[in-house]
């Protein structure tokens, strides 16, 4: 393995960045992680599918955005396919499997949110 | 490599020769040679072996966020000796010997150095040191405590005073000693709380 030499100078900016963490980092709360089982407003979210090019390969996003509050959203990569015809395809199914509001009521317009693609 | 550790610290690197590790172990020079070319190049898988764990006692740095932090890498630092006295006994020779390693040497003194001072900078930031009463203070005080970490064995060794039981804590307490005249009031109650009992538990260890 290469080794890599820090000078003194960048040595001691990372000793006195360890040391500056003990007075900002604060321990974190138990309600910061409520997120991940605080999911009831995903009853009330329409769901948009998104099929982007990335690393050659088309993939599938999903996003759910709360019908009333749509800047309240969450997306999620769900695969990726070599084509992109089978890519829309699937992610039409993948849309109706997983929206809620099977009749398509629920309406968000995704091009309000300017999501960064990265 | 065992071996040859010890017959290093017992007689100094200078002194040994292949002939009398190969004895030590029990096998033949043309044996050792095949897996050693040289002294040399025993020499150098120590030296590797001990670089190792000085990047490990390195790494052990604002784990705790407190006195026990710098006690704890004390702790390690006499491990070291114990095992590497010649690491800094034999300091010149080393260097002397392997000039291309001179620079992984000083790489790691100058971390030593570092982290030291940076233990005061972080310290004074708890509360636990004193404002600096001068510029450059603890930037000196960290060097001194350097050299007593360094050379602290080969004093050892030349006096010969102190039995194994002793040697540890009294590593620690010249060390500490440095560092209490610049503890503020909570610095004191911490040290007392903290390090006191850890260095009076060290004294009755036979370890």
């Known amino acids: 393995m290469h080794k890599i030499q820090l000078d003194s100078a960048a040595y001691n900016e990372l000793l006195n960045l360890l040391n500056n963490q003990h007075f900002t980092d604060q321990p974190g709360q138990e309600s910061d992680m409520e997120f991940l089982s605080d999911d009831w407003w995903l009853r009330d979210t329409a769901v948009i599918e998104m099929v982007i090019q990335r690393e050659g390969m088309w993939e599938i996003q999903l996003v759910f955005a709360h019908y009333q509050e749509p800047h309240k959203l969450i997306k999620r990569v769900i695969s990726r396919y070599t084509s992109k015809r089978k890519a829309e395809l699937s992610a039409w199914y993948m849309r109706r499997l997983a929206a809620k509001d099977q009749r398509g009521t629920l309406k968000v317009n995704l091009d309000d949110f300017k999501l960064c693609q990265s | ?207």
């Open chain 2, 1 to 207: 490599m065992n071996a040859s550790i010890r017959l290093f610290n017992e007689k100094g690197m200078a002194n040994v020769r292949l002939q009398q590790i190969a004895n030590d172990i029990g096998i033949s020079v043309g044996n050792l040679a095949y897996h050693f070319r040289n002294k040399e190049a025993i020499i150098d898988a120590i030296n590797e072996e001990a670089s190792t764990a000085i990047s490990e006692i390195l790494s052990a740095y604002r784990i705790f966020p407190n006195l026990i932090d710098f006690d704890n890498q004390l702790e390690k630092y006499f491990q070291f000796l114990q095992t590497y006295p010649f690491y800094f006994v034999d300091l010149l020779e080393l260097e002397r010997q392997f000039p291309f390693k001179k620079s992984s040497h000083k790489d790691n003194i100058s971390k030593m150095m570092s982290q030291i001072h940076k233990r005061f900078d972080f310290n004074q930031q708890r509360g636990i040191i004193k404002p600096e009463s001068q510029v450059g203070v603890y930037k000196r005080v960290a060097t001194a405590i350097w050299v007593l970490i360094s050379f602290w064995k080969p004093q050892n060794l030349v006096r010969g005073t102190l039995d194994q039981a002793k040697q540890k804590r009294n590593f620690k307490e010249i060390i500490w000693n440095q560092v209490y005249p610049y503890l503020s009031e909570k610095g004191v109650a911490e040290f007392q709380q903290l390090i006191l009992p850890i260095l009076e538990q060290t004294s009755s260890d036979n370890s």
